[in-house]
């Protein structure tokens, strides 16, 4: 299931590296002398209130895609995007998008969203600050009169954490192997996407074509410890990293844990040990930004008095080059071989997911910096190593990308935090890098 070619990102970006640098913000045809700001305090208090929407123990959430909290949070989602002047739909893939007409219709729209779905334990800002924070701005926009010239789309992707299905569904063709992907709620794909409010047999409605688009924005929280370390208000992303996903079975042969010699046994779960091993030797292997993970693993029969014959795990293989990551696999696949030939175990690795790396578009990287500047914050340029629905934008327009700090660089865990400040600077970068990009001609 190849989903794209990098090359068809590359041309985006050159596309995008096209677009003129930023103009001066002029709005509703006033010249403005200082940038315009969002309501920091009402923001932050839209993200305590998401995050009472499959709170958890741990202090989190487990607002997992496709479960009963992710959908009891759409009206309330759905009734922020309406407080802020929006035309609030469902599309056929399930997300939501609330539309806000622009002075020349003539124009592309311009969208900006994120995700409000979390990992099962997730945190309270991975995804969730940068949908309110586009809700956020967009209430500014109307309270503050401004009419851009673009139309604009705020969009809250479905599904983020389990692959980019609602960005996806949006911007590709999914095949039947994708409607079956399912996740920690039990729902498919497809079954996740009726669950939602959306129609999984006609997303030919919903899907955006190469082009439809003049530019997509995403604010996020960096989820590493980057900007936190060097002291900095704002990262500007220069690109996403591509994810390649494998389901990983190791076959060996189930005995009886007493009667069976060291010698004789097929211990898939001592394969399996020696896989994670392999994965992490051959990452760290040489220099580079790679990340290599086996973050899922099931054991079979799973008793104590059994030698394990089988199990079921997952690899996942990130980084900013495609061809690195193909490389990667394949160091990995060589070495589950040479693993399985030590004890008489086989491995067999089976592709479900395949992102491309997305270079962020450099027009829009100089216009969030310039944002930034303007506000005063203090900014970096650097890398995405998490995924986001921003890369499957990139396929059909020329996307930016703001990180804000996390503090300890804690993400996908109940103590991920991001402090109000930055969350509200963040909000303030993504409404000045819009009104710039809406006065690019
Ligand atoms: C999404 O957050 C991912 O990077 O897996
Ligand atoms: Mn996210
Ligand atoms: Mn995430």
């Known amino acids: 299931m190849k989903r794209r070619e990098f090359t068809r990102s590359m041309l985006a970006a050159s ?6 640098l930023p103009q001066p913000v002029r709005a509703a045809g006033t010249a403005r002398t200082a940038p315009l700001k969002v309501n920091g305090a009402r923001l932050n208090d839209h993200l305590t209130k998401l995050s009472e929407f499959g709170k958890n123990p741990q202090g989190g959430v487990s607002r997992v895609a496709y479960n009963d909290a992710d959908k009891a949070s ?7 995007m309406r407080d802020a002047k929006l035309d609030v739909s469902v599309d056929a893939a399930g997300n939501l998008v609330g539309k806000r007409a622009g002075s020349d219709a003539s124009l592309k729209p311009i969208l900006f969203g994120s995700h409000t779905d979390s990992v099962p334990f997730g945190g309270n800002f991975d995804g ?26 705020v969009v809250i992707w479905q599904n983020e954490e389990g692959g980019l299905w609602g960005s996806h569904a949006a911007t590709a063709v999914l095949g039947e ?30 899907r955006r074509a190469k082009g439809s688009i003049a530019a997509y924005l995403e604010l996020h929280i960096e989820q590493g410890g980057v900007l936190e370390k060097e002291h900095l208000d704002i990262g500007v992303v220069e690109g996403i990293v591509g994810i390649h996903r494998w389901d990983v079975t190791v076959t060996g ?23 994670v091993d392999a994965v992490n030797r051959v990452i760290t292997s040489e220099p580079g930004r790679q990340v290599g993970t086996v973050g899922k693993l099931a054991v079979f029969p799973n008793t104590p008095n059994v030698v394990p014959g089988k199990v079921e795990c997952t690899l996942e293989v990130r980084d900013l080059d495609a061809k690195k990551i193909d490389a990667m696999f394949l160091k990995i696949e060589a070495e589950a071989k040479k693993i399985g030939a030590m004890n008489g175990t086989t491995f067999a690795f089976k592709q479900v997911l395949d992102n491309v790396p997305a270079p962020t578009a450099p027009a829009i990287r100089a216009m969030i910096a310039a944002a930034a500047a303007d506000l005063g914050l203090t900014h970096k340029t650097m890398p995405s190593g998490a995924g986001h629905d921003a890369q499957d934008v990139a396929q059909i327009g020329p996307v930016g990308m703001i990180f804000v700090p996390s503090v300890g660089g804690i993400s996908h865990a109940p103590n991920e935090y991001s402090k109000p400040q930055d969350i509200t600077n963040g909000a303030n970068v993504l409404l000045n890098a819009l009104l710039k990009l809406d006065a690019a001609p």
């Open 15 to 20: 596309a995008a590296a096209a677009l003129p």
């Open 74 to 80: 759409r009206p309330f989602l759905m009734q922020l």
């Open 128 to 153: 969730d600050v940068g949908s309110l924070g586009a809700i956020e701005v967009a209430q500014t926009l109307s309270e503050q009169h401004v009419t851009t010239r673009h139309p604009l789309e």
């Open 177 to 206: 192997s994708d409607f079956a992907i399912t996740n920690s709620s039990g729902r498919s794909v497809r079954e996740g996407i009726a669950f939602l409010g959306g129609d999984p047999d006609h997303l030919e409605r919903t």
């Open 253 to 275: 042969f189930q005995n009886h844990a007493g009667t069976t010699a060291m010698a004789d046994r097929h211990d898939a779960m001592l394969a399996a040990a020696r896989f």
